[in-house]
């Protein structure tokens, strides 16, 4: 019998158990990002679940409609909205959430708040959910000064100073991936416990990678670094093999695959969209933070995406994030064209 495999089966570190073990290294915490971080947890669960019978739902009425008892069926985004939304708040430990389905922050009753912000994106790649394709939960936290006196420039910061960032993919399986600062490491749900369970320890993305991920359908609208690193991956000049083309259309998805197999993920801006298409907040800075939590990087076209500083909760960036020779050769083309300007 293999002792060690079967210690690894019943010595199950859970995710509670690997914050916890986290927190023990501060002595001074006092167990507050584990308490939040179970109530995101919660509202992960209640998400897969969800999405994992959305099919079904259709049986009893689609969205937008009276289901059989009378009663409106919630789009699935309106939903997830909901339960982390007060899942958040009665976690007592936020002070403002920022929702990419609310138009404006929410500021949490004096009587319930804690010292966390909580940037997020209850269900992302919404234009997947009604053909059954990965979709995903993307947050990012900060932590405030002083819980008694906070404004909106709480959370108008650059996402270095996130505390820490993650996602939870609704796909084939649960997986939930987070950084709390110190690397990054993923979590898979096991249905029958209840409990996502350590299984992708540590991951660091390969250092170059063989697939690009990109809505070649906006090519004819690309600035020029664009157009020529994505000619590039397909007709390299150095004799290497053309790269592999994955767009699934998820950021969560399309990230997930990035960071597991290397290669880079590019949302970049163009003609019609100049400042990009994906939001700064709750997509861009969290996914930026794992990135290079997991030894990649992530480029705006301008800058480290993490350096910039928002002006407005909505905000939208351009963004190249991926494994770090990919991201450094998108930076090399950027500054060239800034040369020759
Ligand atoms: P969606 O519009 O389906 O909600 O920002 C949302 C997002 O999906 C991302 O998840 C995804 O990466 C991107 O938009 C896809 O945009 P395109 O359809 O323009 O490629």
Sequence with gaps: MDHEAETHRTDLMTITRYV??????????RGDFTILLSHIVLGCKFVCSAVSKAGLAKLIGLAGETNVQGEEQKKLDVLSNEVFVKALISSGRTCILVSEEDEEATFVDPSLRGKYCVVFDPLD????????????????????????????????????????????MYGSSCTLVLSTGSGVNGFTLDP??????????????????????????????????????????????????????????????????????????????????????L??????????????????????GKQRALDLVPTKIHQRSPIF???????EEIKGLYAAEENTA
């Design 321 to 327: 994030l991926g494994s770090y020779d990919e991201v």
């Design 192 to 277: 029958s416990l209840g409990e996502f369970i350590l299984t992708h320890p540590d991951i660091k993305i390969p250092k170059k990678g063989k697939i690009y991920s990109v809505n070649e359908g906006n090519a004819k609208n690309w600035d020029g670094p664009t157009t020529k690193y994505v000619e590039k991956c397909k007709y390299p000049k150095d004799g290497a093999s053309p790269k592999s083309l994955r767009y699934i259309g998820s950021m969560v998805a399309d990230v997930h695959r990035t960071l597991l197999y290397g290669g880079i993920f590019l949302y970049p801006a163009d003609k019609k969209s100049p400042n990009g298409k």
């Design 125 to 168: 790649g919404s234009s997947n959910i009604d053909c059954g394709v990965s979709i995903g939960t993307i947050f990012g936290v900060y932590m405030v000064k002083d819980k008694d006196n906070v404004t909106l420039d709480e959370v108008l910061q650059p996402g270095k100073n996130m505390l820490a960032a993650g996602y939870c």
């Design 279 to 300: 939001r700064v907040l709750y997509e861009v800075f969290p996914m930026s933070f794992l990135m290079e939590q997991a030894g990649g990087q992530a480029f705006t």
């Design 20 to 29: 916890l073990n986290e927190q023990s290294r501060h002595p001074e915490s």
